[in-house]
């Protein structure tokens, strides 16, 4: 880990320059209009959140595994702000909701943050667009990286915590961009693992609609990868990200094959 230079934050506004009492009032609204589907109609079960409790408030990125559009990061801004709020692997008591952690940011593809006004709103509260450097309205592309998108996430790391989806789709058990393994080797945060399931199961591709109730998806926090930032190497990294998102090839063998073709079905969203 290294040391992270002091950053003058202001009070009024985040490292984008969005307010902070408009953040809070959308955190708080779609925290509202989403709680029950969480905590009623599926029930999230929560784990390994005491590894969040000791963390610094900025300079940690957390890594994880994607399943819907928006139902997982949704679930995550109800797990996190209950954590800053000294709840332990709970989101029973959404009081919460009205002391939210804002500075929580994370990396979304650009052209899906756009598309309508409730995306744009669910932008605002911290979201990082970046263009896919493989995939653009549906065809394959060849672009070189925006460099300030990568400053952008420097930037964010440097006020907060984000969160980053590294195989950039939600296609089960597809490969790793090896950018996020570049980006931890640049910037040398704490990566904490996140391994999610169930989400596809209980919402509908974007995670907009309950697709089943009775559900119980699932949000597991890992401790820490330990990373020698002087022996590991990019591939090493990616090895050592993927390996502990549970979306290693090796991990493909434990899953039922009705889940593996479900998981399969074509969905791309976050970058």
Not at 139 to 144: F, L
Request: hydrophobic share 40%; glycine share 6%.
């Amino acid at each position: 880990m290294t040391k992270q230079k002091a950053v003058k934050k202001n009070v009024y506004r985040d490292a984008f320059g969005h307010l902070y009492f408009l953040k809070r009032s959308l955190i708080f609204i779609l925290g509202g209009a989403t709680y029950f589907r969480y905590s009623a109609y599926n029930q999230l079960i929560i784990s390994g959140t005491e590894h969040l409790a000791d963390l610094p408030k900025t300079n940690v990125l957390f890594v994880s595994n994607h399943q819907t559009y928006f139902a997982d990061v949704f679930a995550m801004y109800h797990v996190f702000c209950s954590v800053n709020n000294g709840f332990t692997n709970t989101i029973k008591n959404p009081v919460y909701l009205l002391n939210p952690k804002i500075d929580f940011y994370y990396i979304a593809a650009e052209e899906t943050m756009k598309n309508n006004f409730l995306t744009k709103l669910f932008a605002y509260t911290g979201a990082i667009t970046v263009k896919r450097t493989w995939r653009a309205k549906g065809k394959e592309v060849n672009r070189q990286v925006d460099m300030s998108e990568i400053t952008n996430i420097q930037k964010a790391l440097e006020n907060g915590w984000v969160v980053t989806f590294p195989q950039g789709t939600t296609t089960a058990f597809a490969p790793g961009r090896r950018g996020t393994a570049h980006l931890i080797r640049t910037i040398k945060p704490i990566v904490v693992p996140v391994v999610i399931d169930g989400f596809r199961r209980a919402f509908d591709k974007k995670g907009l609609k309950i697709k089943k109730m009775g559900g119980k998806p699932t949000m597991k926090f890992k401790e820490p990868l330990n990373i020698d930032w002087e022996k590991d190497d990019a591939d090493s990294i990616m090895k050592m990200v993927m390996d502990a998102i549970e979306q290693s090839p090796e991990f493909l063998k434990v899953k039922p094959i009705e889940e593996i073709m479900l998981d399969n079905e074509p969905q791309d969203f976050f970058s």
